[in-house]
């Protein structure tokens, strides 16, 4: 839940949320999580009606990198903080 997370992870939470609302008029696209790391990872990209921007990606990267974690969110728990390398971990895993 958005409650339990730290100051820096509730503002990664809150930024990903705002480009889902940008692009999809959704609060959380269902992948959102996966689908900013990849733009993260590889570059600004087209994103439902917008675009994830090389600002988007550098302020998550910031963010990120500042609390150590990314969010994703799950059905019971909703927005869930996860660390950097876990994070890492699962995404190897889905692709």
Do not use: H, P
């Not at 949320?17 to 600004?44: D, F, H, P, R, T």
């Not at 728990?77 to 876990?86: D, H, P």
């Amino acid at each position: 839940m958005i409650a339990d997370l730290t100051n820096t992870q509730r503002e990664l939470a809150y930024y990903m949320s705002e480009i889902s609302e940008k692009c999809y008029a959704a609060s959380w696209m269902q992948g959102l999580e996966y689908a900013l790391w990849n733009a993260v990872i590889n570059g600004e990209q087209a994103y439902g009606q917008d675009f994830i921007s090389k600002k988007n990606c550098e302020t998550l990267r910031i963010l990120s990198e500042a609390c150590d974690s990314w969010i994703y969110f799950d059905e019971s728990s909703e927005e869930t903080a996860i660390s950097l390398s876990l994070w890492k971990k699962m995404v190897e895993i889905k692709l």
